[in-house]
């Protein structure tokens, strides 16, 4: 049966967990290691990468692999599609296009994401609603130098999150959170009071280190989101 990568992280996460590498060990090199679970190298690349990425290990060029002392606990952050989070509540879908532009990407999103001085992007204004009730305002930018077909995709049918993710995957994402206060529009179209604060989420998503998308989302007083480590 062949070796897959999953098969070494496990092993290896197994011989920390039960202290045979304890904190601070050096564990063998990828070529040794390679040799003992009798697969190619690149597998056990993989196991270790990943366990690095989960905090569990740290590698370091020329010094090889240990593990950590203190293993980073990372909190992970879905990126879902808005439909299915509400439909996920039991609660029915709908969803509403406020407003859409085309024309040059202003100074801020060119700075903020690197785009280029002409760089054209189409600027979206979404609702969306659970069981008839204000859910989440979406304010959305998407590069067209990167993905062109945006201009004659149907919003007004599909909210961009969906195409997003039915068209290019993401590479990169940077997720801020915050409290917002409602103005006059947002207080207007998740029907609370100018003023209350809102949660509020920034993201921009890159492919290959080119920008894809940066938006801003707007919930309603008492949203909650939850994370998992």
């Known amino acids: 049966m ?3 990568f999953r098969d070494v992280k496990s092993d290896i996460l197994a011989k920390i967990t039960l202290g045979v590498w304890g904190p601070g060990t ?4 990828e070529v040794d290691l390679a040799e003992t679970y009798g697969c190619a190298r690149a597998t ?3 196991a270790v990468r990943e366990l690095a ?3 569990i290990v740290e590698r370091r060029r020329k010094a090889g692999t240990r ?7 990372q909190a992970r952050f879905d990126i879902p599609v808005v439909r299915d989070e509400i439909e996920s509540q039991n609660s029915e879908y709908r969803y509403s296009l406020v407003s859409r532009e085309i024309g040059i990407a202003p100074d801020w999103l060119r700075a903020r994401l690197a785009m280029g001085p002409q760089s054209k992007a189409i600027h979206l204004i ?6 008839g009730a204000p859910y989440q305002f979406e304010d959305r ?3 067209l130098d990167i993905l062109p077909m945006a201009k004659d995709a149907d919003f007004a049918m599909t909210g961009p999150n969906e195409w997003l993710v039915s068209t290019i995957p993401f590479s990169n994402a940077e997720i801020s959170f915050s409290a917002s206060v409602a103005d006059e529009q947002l207080a207007g179209h998740l029907g609370c009071l100018s003023g209350q604060p809102l949660f509020t989420i920034e993201r ?3 492919w290959e280190k080119k920008p894809i998308t940066f938006v801003r989302l707007f919930f309603c007083p008492g949203h909650r989101m939850t994370t998992r480590y």
């Open 2 to 4: 062949r070796t897959t």
């Open 26 to 29: 050096l564990i063998p090199n």
């Open 44 to 46: 056990v690349n993989r």
């Open 53 to 55: 990425d989960e905090g």
């Open 67 to 73: 593990v950590r002392n203190a293993p980073i606990r």
């Open 126 to 131: 979404c609702m969306h609603y659970a069981d």
């Open 141 to 143: 930018w998407i590069n």
């Open 204 to 206: 921009s998503t890159w």
